[in-house]
């Protein structure tokens, strides 16, 4: 079975501190994704990166870096901290095909609350 | 631009009924791969259903079955005999298959009540 695990459940940071949350997948997959997921709002992707070191931005990487010194690990970094960053963090992989039914494994999610 | 559009923000179905979850999309790309998964209140993702945009024939999975119609970039998931476990949020995602990092799109997800 595929894994994506995410380092917290839950987290409570206080604004401008420096936030880390940590995503690892064991099934050896190219592409890594963060999203964050908020009422009405849906999944909205904050980065994605589709090999080591490689990244691009999604819909809404303001505020936001990423880190991808692994090929199994992939890293959202929040750098200061803002109470509209509370919200659900996703994060996903998958394999990088050039087409076909190759869906996106999902972590838990992290909920990250910031005061 | 919206890429995924789910109009229906939620539904109720009686138990044992049929339910259409509507879906619709919007790409250049004639290669894209359409998706469906769950989300109960625990929080995890679960993947339903897949159709290729070059399948010619509707995706099924068990009660799951992907309408798919083409020239209307619609893709709705039908559930049949709805159960109480069926009870979730369901979101629609396409998938970019045209760059690098075959990017998702995910749409804003219906929010789907069984009544027994």
């Known amino acids: 079975d595929v894994k994506v695990t995410q380092s917290s459940r839950y987290l409570v940071k206080r604004t401008g501190e420096k936030v880390f949350l940590e995503c690892v997948q064991d099934m050896d997959h190219e592409n890594m994704f963060w999203y964050r997921q908020d009422p009405g709002l849906g999944l909205r992707l904050i980065y994605f990166s589709y090999d080591v070191k490689m990244k691009e931005k999604g819909d809404i990487p303001e505020g936001y870096s990423v880190s991808r010194e692994k090929k199994e690990r992939f890293s959202l970094i929040l750098e200061s901290a803002s109470t509209n960053q509370t919200s659900m963090y996703l994060c996903a992989s998958s394999l990088r095909p050039l087409a076909g039914k190759y869906e996106q494994y999902f972590g838990p999610g992290t909920r990250l609350t910031v005061t | 631009a919206q890429k995924i559009t789910q109009t229906q923000p939620g539904m109720f179905v009686q138990e044992k009924e049929a339910v259409t979850l509507d879906c619709t999309y919007d790409?250049?790309?004639?290669?894209?791969?359409l998706f469906w998964y769950k989300q109960p209140s625990s929080g995890e993702m679960i993947f339903l259903i897949y159709?290729?945009?070059?399948?010619?024939q509707n995706a099924t999975e068990g009660r799951y079955s992907l309408n798919f119609q083409k020239a209307r970039k619609s893709a709705n998931l039908v559930i049949s005999a709805s159960q109480l476990g069926d009870s979730a949020m369901y979101f629609c995602?396409?998938?970019?298959?045209?760059?690098?990092?075959?990017?998702?799109?995910f749409g804003t997800g219906t929010s789907l009540t069984v009544i027994p």
């Open positions: 995602a396409m998938r970019d298959e045209s760059n690098t990092g075959n990017q998702f799109y």
């Open positions: 159709q290729g945009s070059y399948d010619q």
């Open positions: 790409t250049s790309d004639p290669s894209y791969g």
